[in-house]
């Protein structure tokens, strides 16, 4: 990631020389000093700025999605809050289940018979281990995946469509799991007592390293990516990557519309990897003003480094994780230990039990997730207002967005379940922006806010 500091030093002097034909001296004395009469003058009175109301404006804003609309989109995104606990519970269960039937010691016993490795021991038995539990689990994927998003009408495909889709996940997460956990289970071994900590370091590099790759060689999986056609919107977007130091020289539009009616974009990669990218979807369902929004935003993220502020925060949260882990495995292991047949905590068959504690650990720190993504988010807004000066197209491009996220929760529940600002919140932080910024030219020129 990138770090700039800067430092300047720099030293002004001024000297002003007042320069004024002054007579030669008379023997009787100095001649006295000329002087100007000072005509004073009241001061224009300054135009009243036109009254305008942020709090207003963003109400009349909400105003706008109402009734059923409204209802479909609180029911939505409410649903979310209980099945985050459903699947905490159900991935508890699974993990369960594996362990008393000792499914999972058999399949230690499996890797043991094909070979003598340790370490490849462990990606045998993680190819088992997610096989059976995507097999168990693939109910809740259904309805989560594709019926309730049918029930919403958020999803553009059929079933198979989105059975495609879900087989790619699960291939490309076999591969990544795999090898992750082959190097987790490798600093367990070396450092049964301290392992947490190599395991915290380690996972935070190998999601760095997939972050640069994932624009390139994983995202084209999913969807067609090709260059946005040329034009006034392109070369905007160009226009403020540039000025903003992003090393983008084309921009990238996929097609999530075979997906989804979601509106997306994001600015991903690392150097030679960077791309600027957008759905389809933004390009169909959005003025020019929404699109330059959305994408000041996303250029937030990448100038402000949130990539490498995210691995920070989220690498002490996994730091945490792996110490809650360490110590619920080996107390669980303790008790249990001989019912389902698991050693110490470097043997595989033990990787339900950290599955079901990581599910506890992460359901307990979802204020602390979403605080931290939320913040980001409020960081990457306030920039993208001040770089693409949209406030009126963010607060439209917000509206887009209330198909699927709740527009105006109480505070403790934005605090608990959401990881970007609420609509109103985000509303009201452009209508303030603009109340400071209507006599500026662009603005008096753009749309006038309802009030």
């Not at 699974?94 to 999972?104: C, D, F, H, M, Q």
């Not at 609509?423 to 209507?438: C, S």
Request: charged letters at 15%.
């Amino acid at each position: 990631m990138r770090f700039a500091f800067a430092a300047a030093f720099a030293v002004f002097f001024t000297v002003l020389f007042g320069v004024a034909a002054v007579p030669a001296l008379a023997q009787g004395g100095p001649s006295p000093a000329p002087t100007t009469t000072v005509s004073v003058q009241p001061l224009a009175t300054i135009a009243a700025q036109p009254r305008f109301d942020a709090l207003k404006a963003t109400n009349a804003y909400l105003a706008t999605v109402k009734g059923e609309a409204r209802a479909k989109s609180d029911a939505y995104f409410e649903g979310g809050y209980w099945l985050q606990l459903i699947d905490a519970l159900y991935a508890i269960a699974v993990s369960a289940l594996l362990l008393w039937s000792r499914i999972s010691a058999r399949m230690r016993n499996f890797a043991a018979t094909m070979t003598r490795s340790r370490f490849l021991q462990v990606p045998i038995y993680v190819v088992q281990f997610l096989i059976v539990t995507t097999v168990l689990i693939f109910p809740l994927s259904v309805y989560e995946g594709f019926l309730r998003e049918h029930a919403y009408g958020l999803s553009n495909q059929n079933f198979v469509q989105w059975l495609g889709d879900f087989g790619t996940g699960f291939a490309v997460n076999l591969v990544i799991s795999a090898i992750a956990l082959a190097f987790i289970y490798t600093a367990v071994r070396a450092s049964p007592r301290f392992w947490w900590v190599w395991g915290s370091i380690g996972t935070v590099i190998f999601v760095a390293f997939l972050s640069m790759l994932a624009p390139v060689f994983i995202s084209p999986l999913f969807n067609h990516y090709y260059p946005l056609k040329d034009g006034p919107v392109k070369a905007e977007i160009l226009s403020l990557a540039r000025s903003n130091g992003i090393p983008a020289t084309n921009v990238y539009e996929f097609d999530a519309s075979r997906q989804s009616k979601r509106i997306s974009a994001n600015v991903s990669g690392f150097l030679a990897t960077t791309r600027i990218s957008m759905t389809d979807n933004l390009i169909n369902r959005c003025s020019p003003r929404e699109i330059e929004a959305v994408l000041g935003h996303e250029m937030g993220h990448y100038v402000l480094d949130h990539n490498a502020l995210g691995l920070t925060w989220f690498g002490l949260l996994f730091t945490v994780a792996f110490i809650f882990v360490n110590w619920g495995y080996r107390w669980l292991v303790g008790i249990f230990g001989g019912n389902w047949d698991v050693r110490t905590i470097d043997d595989p068959a033990g990787l339900p039990i950290a599955m079901a504690l990581v599910s506890v650990f992460f359901l307990l720190a979802t204020p602390i997730q979403n605080t931290i993504t939320r913040t980001m988010e409020t960081q990457a807004d306030i920039f993208g207002i001040n770089t693409a000066r949209q406030p009126d197209g963010f607060a439209t491009a917000t509206l887009k967005l209330s198909e699927y996220r709740k527009l105006d929760p109480t505070p403790l529940e934005e605090f608990v379940f959401y990881d970007h600002p609420s609509g109103r919140n985000r509303i009201y932080m452009m209508m303030r922006w603009k109340a400071e910024h209507l006599n500026d030219p662009d603005i008096k020129a753009g749309p006038v806010s309802p009030q």
